[in-house]
């Protein structure tokens, strides 16, 4: 039968402004009541990897990326010196410019070129946030990339562009080269998106939306349960329990009663012997 608790001062603990009516965060508890939840973190955690990967291929169209490598150096391919005679100054020199030429093989005058090469339909502003550059720590290489819906385009436009860059560069930067290390190729797969990683993402926002709400409904949960937990919370000793006398009258067939060591089945009138 359940029984409510009585202790001393009770209703003294919740009301007054003591030390007994400060809240504290057990995290045991917290703990417990996430694996008490368990099944419904879980089916959460999986509602959100299948809404992720959902949205990923539903909503989320594929981009394909195309790329070339150019290696950088501070003299001129006309020049009388050849890479077998760089030293470590010309080779930090050529780092340094390494910038200046990603820079300039991005900038407008070289993409509308390579966008009319190419015979693209599409301006600077529309296409200059799928271009990119990167320079590789402490090497003289400089990467471009292309990185558009359709493989097709991205290769073209990365094609023009390491056709022209090489020429304005020369023309900008004097007695310095650029020389193709790779050349682009047609992209068979998708860059991006990942489904892999939006799965995971999204497993991993259900996984913390679902703790979220465990814990928010265990910290704004009230009630005691138990003369235990009464203790517990706050510190006070239990005087006594008082049975649940509505909980017996509506399960009275289940239980009995013993008078004179025999157990008589409970019925309306009590039964004597």
Same mark, same amino acid.
């Given at each position: +039968? ?9 209703? *003294? ?30 089916? #959460?955690? #999986? ?19 195309? =790329? #070339? ?8 391919? *006309?020049?009388?010196? *050849?890479?077998?005679? %760089? ?13 200046? &030429?990603?820079?300039? +093989?991005? =900038? ?35 990467? %471009?990339?292309?990185? +558009? /819906?359709?493989?097709?385009?991205? !290769? ?11 020429? &304005? ?8 080269? +650029? ?18 990683? *939006? ?25 005691? /349960? ?5 203790? /517990?919370?706050?510190?006070? =000793? ?23 060591? /025999? ?9 004597? !012997?």
């Amino acid at each position: +039968m359940n029984n409510s608790t009585v202790s001393a001062n009770a209703g *003294n603990s919740r009301n007054t402004g003591g030390k007994n009516s400060v809240n504290e965060i057990d995290l045991a508890e917290i703990a417990g009541a996430i694996w008490k939840k368990k099944s419904f973190v879980i089916l #959460f955690a #999986f509602l959100g990897a299948c809404l992720a990967l959902f949205i990923t291929v539903a909503a989320i169209r594929p981009t394909y990326r195309s =790329s #070339f490598t150019a290696y950088i150096n501070n003299h001129s391919t *006309n020049s009388e010196n *050849n890479i077998d005679s %760089l030293n470590s100054g010309d080779t930090a020199a050529s780092q340094s410019l390494a910038q200046t &030429y990603a820079v300039i +093989m991005a =900038s407008r005058p070289v993409v509308e070129d390579a966008i009319k090469q190419s015979k693209l339909s599409y301006s600077y502003e529309e296409i200059s946030d799928c271009i990119s550059t990167s320079i590789q720590t402490n090497t003289q290489l400089v990467t %471009l990339n292309v990185t +558009m /819906r359709n493989a097709k385009e991205a !290769k073209a436009l990365a094609d023009s562009i390491k056709d022209i860059a090489p020429d &304005y560069i020369s023309d900008i930067v004097e007695g310095s080269s +650029m020389k193709i290390v790779s050349s682009p190729v047609l992209a068979t797969s998708r860059y991006s998106p990942s489904y892999s990683r *939006n799965t995971v993402a999204g497993m991993l926002i259900g996984l913390l939306l679902a703790i979220a709400i465990v814990v928010i409904q265990d910290l704004t949960d009230d009630r005691i /349960r138990s003369a235990e937990e009464l203790e /517990r919370k706050f510190g006070i =000793s239990i005087i006594g329990t008082i049975p649940d006398f509505t909980d017996a009258s509506r399960n009275k067939d289940k239980y009995g009663y013993y008078y004179g060591g /025999r157990k008589t089945a409970a019925s309306g009138k009590n039964s004597k !012997k």
